[in-house]
Every structure is written in C-alpha cells, then in structure tokens.
C-alpha cells in the first residue's frame, strides 16, 4: 500500500508527529530516543507544550479515519506508528492535557525482524527547523546511557547573526546531528 510505504523508517514518524505539535501552535518540542540493547528496547517520546487534547480526542487519534485538517480527511500517522509498535512487542501511550500539551511516547522490541530501522533523524531534525525555526527544539538521544543533546536555543546562540532556517545553519546542524548520532553508536 502506497500511503505505508512512505513510513519505512522510524524517522518518518518522529516528523509526522512534530507536524502534529507545530500544528497545534507548540512553541517549545522535545524529542527524546532510548536505545536499550540489554533491555532490548528502542523507543522515543515526542511532547510539546501545544494546545493539547481532552480525553475524546486522544481516542479519535486512533482513528485513521478522524483527523482535524481540513484538506485530506485521513490521519494515518498515529495509528501506522501504533500498529508498527504493536507488530513489534512494544506501544503507543498519548497523554495530554487540554491547554497544557501533548506526549507521544513509542516502544518496540529493539531487535524485533519486522522493526523500522530509525533512519536519518538529522535530516528530520533539520526538517522541522527548516519548517518553524522559531519553535524551541530539544533533542535527546540515549544508546546504552550515552547521551547527544541538541537544542536550538543553542543554535541561535551559535549562529547570532543568521536565522536559523539559513541554508548554512541547516547544512552545518545536520552535520553536527549526524556527527553526535554516530558517536553514540561507536560509544565515543
């Protein structure tokens, strides 16, 4: 099927739902992967401090067939990334409050056969700066309590005098993603 074959990687996920807290007028998103190889777990947790949801609507989110846009009438992100967890021993949680906020958070069975690779999570991050670079983004990445944190306010710091969504900030922040990811995985 055409729209699954879009969400090959894990990534694709993590962007789907940071679309969902930029659309809901989040100002601040942190991003939080967990990589377990003794524990055999991968998962990632996406909040933000967005409009949030009231109990009817956090179960309507399961629903590929309810969704608040009002040009393509299906949401499949959230329920393709429950049903990937699930295929693969792990879950989807959402909790939210109304006014206060939205958290995904996604497990899977880190050596599971049918587990989407993670994928390019620097492309992803720079996405989404590209997409609202005055929104804060947190990014926390844990292999085996090996830690890359990558902020945005640090970025702005970094870069005073270029807006964050500049070809050259963007170039340079996916390399230093890409570059903090892969320490991690060699345990630098």
């Known amino acids: ?29 942190k991003i939080t992967v967990i990589e377990d190889t003794s524990g055999d777990i991968l998962g990632f947790e996406v909040g933000d401090n967005g409009g ?6 956090i179960e309507q989110i399961y629903d590929p067939f309810v969704t608040s846009r009002r040009l393509r009438r299906v949401g499949l992100g959230i329920p393709l990334l429950q049903q990937a967890a699930r295929a693969c021993e792990g879950d989807l949680i959402i909790r939210s409050e109304k006014g206060k ?30 997409a609202k670079p005055d929104v804060n983004l947190l990014y926390n990445h844990l292999v085996d309590g090996r830690e890359f944190i990558f902020d945005t306010s640090w970025l702005i710091s970094k ?30």
């Open 101 to 130: 906020g939205t958290t995904v958070k996604t497990t899977f069975r880190r050596s599971h056969i049918d587990r989407m690779p993670l994928g390019d999570v620097a492309s992803t991050l720079v996405a989404a700066v590209a």
């Open 159 to 188: 870069f005073r005098e270029l807006p964050l969504n500049d070809v050259k900030v963007l170039s340079w922040m996916k390399g230093f993603c890409r570059e903090g990811i892969k320490k991690l995985y060699r345990g630098d």
């Open 52 to 57: 949030g949801l009231n109990e009817e609507e």
């Open 1 to 29: 099927m055409k729209l699954s074959n879009k969400m090959r990687e894990l990534s694709h996920h993590l962007l789907d739902l940071i679309e969902n807290s930029l659309a809901a007028g989040a100002s601040t998103i």
